[in-house]
Nanobody, 121 residues
Framework: QVQLVESGGGLVQAGGSLRLSCAAS????????MGWYRQAPGKQRELVAH???????NYADSEKGRFTISRDNAKNTVYLQMNSLKPEDTGVYYC???????????????WGQGTQVTVSS
């Protein structure tokens, strides 16, 4: 099985910064895409950013210029540096990875348990 463990959430004032980390472990053969999603209270989960094996990235429009996603392939870890945080960035941030497990014949999506980010005004 594959596990994703996030860390780095917390409470921060508007304008502040946080860095989230997510480490994938388990029976991993290969990881294609890794990314972060946010679920605000009462809203659907939405994409924040993706990063692919070749370091290609894509961001939601509201995060461009403020958030930076990066990846350490050797550690199977993805990071999200969040700067100039706004109250509307508040939510639970979930790590996602598209993984081919050693016992699998296809790619599967895995999710972390989520980490809370709260931005106060």
């Amino acid at each position: 099985q594959v596990q994703l463990v996030e860390s780095g959430g917390g409470l921060v004032q508007a304008g502040g910064s946080l860095r989230l980390s997510c480490a994938a472990s388990g029976s991993i053969f290969s990881i294609n895409r890794m990314g972060w999603y946010r679920q605000a209270p009462g809203k659907q989960r939405e994409l924040v950013a993706h990063i692919y094996t070749g370091s290609t990235t894509n961001y939601a429009d509201s995060e461009k210029g403020r958030f930076t996603i990066s990846r350490d392939n050797a550690k199977n870890t993805v990071y999200l540096q969040m700067n100039s945080l706004k109250p509307e960035d508040t939510g639970v941030y979930y790590c996602n990875a598209r993984v081919m497990a050693r016992t699998a014949l296809d790619w599967d999506d895995y999710w972390g348990q989520g980490t809370q980010v709260t931005v106060s005004s």
